[in-house]
């Protein structure tokens, strides 16, 4: 076919067989190009619908992702509200930030959630920028993907345990988890000293919910380094513990009796409230619920846990007060606290949002603070004079002893005069008795010689019954009471 053109261009057009030649040739090459045009349209049509699969389950995904029940509801004028402030967020143009939080206070809708948080997540960038030393390394997202993680075997355990009864994390290695574990990965290998931490998977899950991994990575990067919450996830705590004191002295100072009554019962805010702060209220709060907090916190920051806690105690005080033991104290903060109905969440919302308690918690970080250092000072001054306390330890510990054994020693001249005494009575009873030995023995003689003087003077017969007598009386001397009886 190719070779035709040539052939009808140098031949003749008179050749009747040639005009017909060139008929069929023409034919031909209209089926060919009929044939292309087709095919070309069958790539372009199979192009479309592979398109068209990959967007069917993009949807079916996005609709398993965002599968929970919203907390309040979103009218239409909302709805064009937020449209145009993220055709603002495009063209990066700061917006009115009072009229941002009017607009977060009315709702945020369930499917522009993810725009939403990365429009709040520019606003917030575009007022305020962390110095050189705290910003994050400079690694893309893909580059973290390739390399591998210390953490892997502690991220591989928590994923099955986190949201393990949301329809996209419920499948083991399936798509959600895989997408979580990448999210998790990065992050582990962008900040070294944190790298991972249970509670993280939590936050980094809620992201994953409305967005793409690589959005959610910047917003999980965000959350961390902008908003300051990575420092609650370092290895020493610290930043935890200042939270625990500040949300009992939050308690103490506007709640008082329900504060007696958690002290009462050795009930500290680490019991119940440390999951709250670790995972952001998405471990136990529904998802909903937790997705409005999470609306806030893209506003507010930190400050936006405290609130939620606070509210959250203060609506259920009076069921908490009529707990009357720790046990059932902690089992109320964690089962019967998180059973809300959706009236109760939007209450606690609508508080959280009228709420303002930046200044006290600043007060009590710096309470915080100096109260460490006293008590730093003090152990100096207790090491400094130590050696002397040590001293005057060994010097009371002696004095008991001393005191020990003249108590024992007093005991024991007692028990010496005791003896002594009765020695003395036995010798005394001895002395008496040998007397008394000596006197019956003078009397025996003087028996014997009275006898002798009167067996001098007693007939022979006479003295033979004597004899007999006397033997009788030897042998037996009780007979002698019974002879005396005799007449």
Known sequence: MEEEPLVIFTSGEDDPEKVEGDKKSEELRCLWRKAIHQQIL????????QKLEASRDELQSRKVKLD??????CQKEVLITWDKKLLNCRAKIRCDMEDIHTCLKEGVPKSRRGEIWQFLALQYRLRHRLPNKQQPPDISYKELLKQLTAQQHAILVDLGRTFPTHPYFSAQLGAGQLSLFNLLKAYSLLDKEVGYCQGISFVAGVLLLHMSEEQAFEMLKFLMYDLGFRKQYRPDMMSLQIQMYQ???????????????????EISPSLYAAPWFLTLFASQFPLGFVARVFDIIFLQGTEVIFKVAL????NQETLIMECESFENIVEFLKSTLLDMNTSEMEKIITQVFEMDISKQLHAYEVEYHVLQDELQESSYAYEESEPLEKLERANSHLKRQNMDLLEKLQIAHAKIQNLESSVENLLTRETKMKSLIRTLEQEKMAYQKTVEQIRKLLPADALVNCELLLKDLNCNPNNKAKTGIKP
Do not use: A, I, P, T
């Open 42 to 49: 069958l790539l372009r049509m199979e192009k479309e619908n």
């Open 247 to 265: 949300l009992s002295r939050l308690l103490h100072d506007y709640h008082r009796d329900l504060y007696n009554h958690l002290e009462e019962n």
């Open 68 to 73: 929970y029940e919203e907390v309040g509801v």
């Open 311 to 314: 509210s959250l105690l203060s």
